[in-house]
T-cell receptor
Framework: GAVVSQHPSWVICKSGTSVKIECRSL??????MFWYRQFPKQSLMLMAT?????????EQGVEKDKFLINHASLTLSTLTVTSAHPEDSSFYIC?????????FGEGSRLTVL | EDQVTQSPEALRLQEGESSSLNCSYT??????LFWYRQDPGKGPEFLFT???AGEEKEKERLKATLTKKESFLHITAPKPEDSATYLC???????????FGSGTRLQVQP
């Protein structure tokens, strides 16, 4: 089946620094990828839709200048959390559509000290 | 606005004790209803997609069914390794993001 890979799987950073998370579709091309955020014991909340070759579409309440999304190729989307603060600590998950279904990456746990 | 409600929030079963998880939804034109399993600290693992009312799909001890308003995930004779959070989600249009329910945390005790 289709595979979506995320890197890094976990990252710890100091407040004020920026962190980049990569999402790759390993065996299929994805013109659209989705970025979700998940807090402990809560469900996935859509942050933005990443479109290859164009600007991302952000959900209401998500700061586009804080969460920079780049979808430069058909197999790679990146999420950069800029000037991270402790409240940005969360589990970030990407997904992409392949073989007619939506597959998810393993997630990236961000901890901001 | 698409909405997904899952119940119960948490479920504790004895090994071998069959049960069902519920997913109620409202969506403007259903393209697909998805079931995922999520283990702690991991991304969701795809289980099933259902496309139309009356459709059923099975995988090992799991069986998913769909009506026009809800979906059920039946777990037959569960084992401890079935313990996880089960997520239900709907997709209104192909290529659009999923709307997730809050999940059901299942614990199967030996």
């Amino acid at each position: 089946g289709a595979v979506v890979s995320q890197h890094p799987s976990w990252v710890i950073c100091k407040s004020g620094t920026s962190v980049k998370i990569e999402c790759r579709s390993l065996d299929f091309q994805a013109t659209t990828m989705f970025w979700y955020r998940q807090f402990p014991k809560q469900s996935l909340m859509l942050m933005a839709t990443s479109n290859e070759g164009s600007k991302a579409t952000y959900e209401q309440g998500v700061e586009k200048d804080k969460f920079l999304i780049n979808h430069a190729s058909l197999t790679l989307s990146t999420l950069t959390v800029t000037s991270a603060h402790p409240e940005d600590s969360s589990f970030y998950i990407c997904s992409a559509q392949g073989d007619g279904e939506l597959f998810f990456g393993e997630g990236s746990r961000l901890t901001v000290l | 606005e698409d909405q997904v409600t899952q119940s119960p929030e948490a479920l504790r079963l004895q090994e071998g004790e069959s049960s069902s998880l519920n997913c109620s939804y409202t969506v403007s034109g259903l393209r697909g209803l998805f079931w995922y399993r999520q283990d702690p600290g991991k991304g969701p693992e795809f289980l099933f997609t259902l496309y139309s009312a009356g459709e059923e799909k099975e995988k090992e001890r799991l069986k998913a069914t769909l009506t026009k308003k809800e979906s059920f995930l039946h777990i037959t004779a569960p084992k401890p390794e079935d313990s996880a959070t089960y997520l239900c989600a709907v997709q209104a249009i192909r290529g659009r993001a999923l709307t997730f329910g809050s999940g059901t945390r299942l614990q199967v005790q030996p």
